[in-house]
Nanobody, 121 residues
Framework: QVQLVESGGGLVQAGESLRLSCAAS????????MGWYRQAPGKQRELVAI???????NYRDSVKGRFTISSDNAKNTVYLQMNRLKPEDTAVYYC???????????????WGQGTQVTVSS
């Protein structure tokens, strides 16, 4: 009942920047947490950053100081500003949301389709 659409991926050189966007739509009551995950070929999906409805954020150590997660509640959109990109940042980046779709229901998790980020050396 929540659709997440990512955009903004692409091919860049090391040291350059990209800004990912994830727009949420559907019949949700509220979105409590949104986050970005990434998965490189042959590796497990890993958490990159999360942001709560209160604006609190957390990042994995390898992206601290380089990536910034933010949200625009009016647009139901979350962003990931990625600066000083490194080849090891290369992965498919997925938007994730924990949302309540009906009053009184439990949180449910939703995923976007992913957007490719490739950083060349």
């Amino acid at each position: 009942q929540v659709q997440l659409v990512e955009s903004g991926g692409g091919l860049v050189q090391a040291g350059e920047s990209l800004r990912l966007s994830c727009a949420a739509s559907g019949s949700f009551v509220s979105i409590n947490v949104m986050g970005w995950y990434r998965q490189a070929p042959g590796k497990q999906r890993e958490l990159v950053a999360i942001i709560t409805s209160f604006g609190h954020t957390n990042y994995r150590d390898s992206v601290k100081g380089r990536f910034t997660i933010s949200s625009d509640n009016a647009k139901n959109t979350v962003y990931l500003q990625m600066n000083r990109l490194k080849p090891e940042d290369t992965a498919v980046y997925y938007c994730n949301a924990a949302a309540i779709t009906d009053v009184g229901s439990n949180l449910r998790e939703y995923w976007g389709q992913g957007t490719q980020v490739t950083v060349s050396s």
